[in-house]
């Protein structure tokens, strides 16, 4: 499976097997080495086939929501469908896929999204084929509502089951995010033993700056940071969350990173690090 991008540095476009995204390359236009940006990262970048990675159908499942993006629909997706076909030129990227629930999917059939799109928006025939009986549906926002927001997520990272070990380090390092980004959320659950204290960090800088992550807690941290505070006399339990406001500045695009101090005792359950818009 062939993995197609620009090049974050001079924009021209790079090809390389997927297996070695995780890899740095050479990019053969400016010889300067760089990551590959993964889905999440690059909503254009495309796979030169028409089956697309699992990675990519969780970037979509983030950027859109589990929900059918069938007009008014509210049923939870079962696959992702093209909104521009491979046959029409479409490519298989987090920009072109969208979620749909089965009986919408076998409604569009062969069409362009857009296209079948407007059908239903018009409650056209190919709406009520779409109806499948005792199908159980939510209802409409009321005349006169407002419209929820839509905000564009971005998930940078997600596991589970970190153990820090005696005097904490870094969870995890993302060293450039390709996409303009305004806020970072980190959530993540936490188990604590008895008598045990440690700090979790978050951390943002300039990506053209090399930072060991670990500095942030030290005077003259050229960045951003974020903390929350763990103790307990008892063996505790619980969820936390931590935000950063990524102003707009000249630094331009940041790297982000999370960091445990003094993590003897501590436990990272799941997590999750996504970014907004």
């Known amino acids: 499976m062939i993995w197609h991008y620009n ?3 001079c924009g021209r476009p790079v090809e390389i097997d997927w297996d070695w995204l995780k890899e740095e390359i050479l990019c053969p236009g400016c010889s300067t080495q760089h990551y590959p ?3 999440s990262e690059d909503h254009f970048a495309y796979v030169g086939t028409d089956r697309w990675p699992k990675e990519m159908e969780t970037a979509v499942v983030a950027l859109r929501g589990m929900t059918c993006a069938a007009p008014g629909c509210f049923q939870t997706y079962s696959t992702l469908v093209f909104r521009r ?7 298989t990227s987090v920009d072109n896929l969208i979620p749909l629930c089965a009986p919408h999917t076998r409604d569009k059939g062969a069409r362009a999204y ?4 407007e059908e239903l928006k018009a409650g056209s025939p190919a709406r009520a084929a779409a109806e ?15 419209p929820r927001a839509v905000t564009h997520t971005q998930m940078i990272v997600s596991s589970a089951m970190v153990n820090p070990g005696p005097g904490g380090g870094v969870v995890f390092r993302a060293p450039f995010l390709r996409v303009a980004l305004c806020r970072l ?3 993540y659950d936490w188990r604590l033993k008895a008598g045990a204290a440690a700090k979790v960090i978050l951390v943002a800088w300039p990506h053209d700056q090399p930072l060991d992550p670990v500095s942030a807690t030290r005077p003259g941290f050229v960045g951003l940071m974020q903390e929350n505070s763990h103790s307990s006399a008892a063996d505790a339990a619980g969820s936390s969350r931590l935000e950063l406001g990524l102003p707009t500045t000249s630094y331009g695009r940041w790297g982000a990173a999370v960091v445990v101090s003094g993590g003897e005792g501590l436990t990272l359950g799941e997590y999750l690090l996504v970014g907004t818009d």
Not at 114 to 117: F, I, L, M
């Open 132 to 146: 499948a009986p005792g199908l159980e549906r939510l209802p409409s926002w009321p005349a006169g509502a407002p």
């Open 7 to 9: 090049c974050p540095e």
């Open 85 to 91: 076909l491979p046959e029409t030129g479409g490519r």
């Open 37 to 39: 940006p993964t889905p």
């Open 185 to 187: 959320v980190f959530e």
């Open 114 to 117: 857009d296209e079948w799109a």
